[in-house]
Structures are given as structure tokens and as C-alpha cells.
């Protein structure tokens, strides 16, 4: 864990000191019941990429607060599309964040939970091949599994002509993956509002203008009422970043 991007309290309880890892542990934190937190990085104008990548848009405090998030889950949700296309590979913590899971009786690694309907998964990625805990893969009843793929992935099937996530979340919950920190893409974050499983929004705003072009952080099916997310904390980092958390209670 590191201290060594400057993070400051901006509300509530506005403090221009540094905090340290424990104090963001403490504002983000995890909770006694089932929780789903979705993280996203984004540009002052709303664009979720920067010349197609979220990690032009991501700089050092982003990044501690990115890594302080994987260590407090039990799963990290992904679609598949994300997946391949940001280049995913292992989830692996460090050894203080791993020592951090062991004391609060957490196993040391996070599960990677892909969401992907069709199954179009390369089992030799490294988030599969080289995975310290077995993947699991929220698919479709009918998707055909690439070869090789179940060798390294646990397949949950659920649904019918789409990925029920309803179902999905439900089986994770049963394995003990309560605490589940979704990283995108925007097309599964539309899907997860729409059915109504979002409990949690972190997301941190670059001072950046990105212009016409990149899409936003969610997409897909327009849900079918707006629904209040209150504003728990923002953060200020010393590039500029803004990182507000919105979550239920």
C-alpha cells in the first residue's frame, strides 16, 4: 500500500492533511451484507477513455485508491469486452494488501467474475492462465465455451436469452463473494442499474477535457427511473482528481 499520492478530505470534514491508507480503508471500507460498488474513472466532460484506454485518464491517487478498492473486495466483476480490451491479466495484490485480507479473514486474492454472453474468452490470457484463485464466468445456458476454458474458469450459466444478473450475483453470493467490486465496462454497468443492483459509485474525475468522441460510463437499455444515490465523501488529490463516493446508506 502506498501514501505516496497525496489525498486530501474535501467533504465532509474538509482537512488540506494527507491522509494515509487506513483512512481511506476507513471511508470506503466493506460491508456487513451483500454490496455491489462500481469504481470508474472519468473526464471532467464525461468520457469513460482517452485515446481508447481508461488508463489515459487514470493517474497516481486514482490508482491508490483503485488498489485499496481490489484489496477490500471478495470478487471483481468485469465484462468480457473490458476484459480484452484493456488487456486484464491476473488479479494479484501486493504482500501488505495480501497480509491486510489474511488479518481480516479474507482469502489473499480477490475472485475474477467475467460477465460474458457469448463466451469469446481466450483461456490463455493472463487473467485465467495465470490467475492465484480459479475465475469464475457468468455466461448464457446456450454459449458454446471456447476450448480449454473450463480447465481454468468455473462456468456459471444463468439465464436465457441474455446473462441473468440477478441469478448471477445470487450464485456469487452463495460461493461467499458478497462484497463485489464491479470495474466496467459501461455496458454492464447500464445492465446492473437497470436491474436495480448498484449499491455503490466510485468514481474519480480527471482534470481532464476530453472532446467529442468517447463514450460514457454507462451505456445500454435506458433504465426505467432515475434512483437516488447520495453522496457519501470527496476526496481531493493534489494533481487535481476529485474522488466522490455515491453509495445507498
Known amino acids: 500500500m502506498s501514501d505516496r499520492a497525496p489525498i486530501s478530505v474535501l467533504w465532509p470534514d474538509p482537512s488540506a492533511d494527507p491522509v494515509d491508507d487506513d483512512t481511506l480503508i476507513a471511508r470506503y471500507g466493506r460491508t456487513d451484507r451483500p454490496h455491489l460498488r462500481m469504481n470508474f474513472v472519468t473526464s471532467v466532460d464525461g468520457a469513460v477513455s482517452l485515446d481508447g484506454y481508461s488508463a489515459g485518464l487514470s493517474g497516481a491517487p486514482d490508482k491508490r485508491v483503485f488498489g485499496l478498492l481490489r484489496m477490500l473486495c471478495d470478487a471483481l466483476l468485469v465484462a468480457a469486452g473490458t476484459l480484452r480490451h484493456e488487456g486484464y491479466r491476473a488479479i494479484r495484490l501486493d504482500e501488505r494488501r ?119 460510463i454507462t451505456a445500454g437499455v435506458p433504465s426505467l427511473a432515475a434512483r437516488s444515490l447520495p453522496l457519501r465523501h470527496v476526496l481531493l488529490a493534489d494533481d487535481g482528481t476529485l474522488l466522490l463516493r455515491h453509495a445507498r446508506n
Request: proline share 8%.
Open 98 to 216: 495480501r497480509a491486510w485480507r489474511r488479518t481480516h479473514g479474507l482469502t489473499e486474492y480477490p475472485t475474477l467474475v467475467v460477465v460474458s454472453g457469448s463466451l469469446d474468452l481466450d483461456p490463455a490470457q493472463a487473467a485465467f492462465a495465470d490467475a492465484p484463485v480459479r475465475p469464475v464466468v457468468l455466461t448464457r445456458p446456450d454459449a458454446a465455451a471456447p476450448p480449454g476454458l473450463s480447465a481454468v474458469a468455473d462456468l456459471v450459466r444463468c439465464g436465457d436469452d441474455r446473462v441473468d444478473l440477478v441469478a448471477g450475483l445470487a450464485e456469487l453470493r452463495r460461493r461467499g463473494l458478497g462484497q463485489l467490486l464491479c470495474e466496467g465496462g459501461p455496458q454492464l454497468f447500464g445492465a446492473l442499474t437497470a436491474a436495480d443492483l448498484v449499491d455503490e459509485v466510485c468514481l474519480s474525475v480527471a482534470p481532464l477535457l476530453a472532446g467529442a468522441g468517447p463514450g460514457r
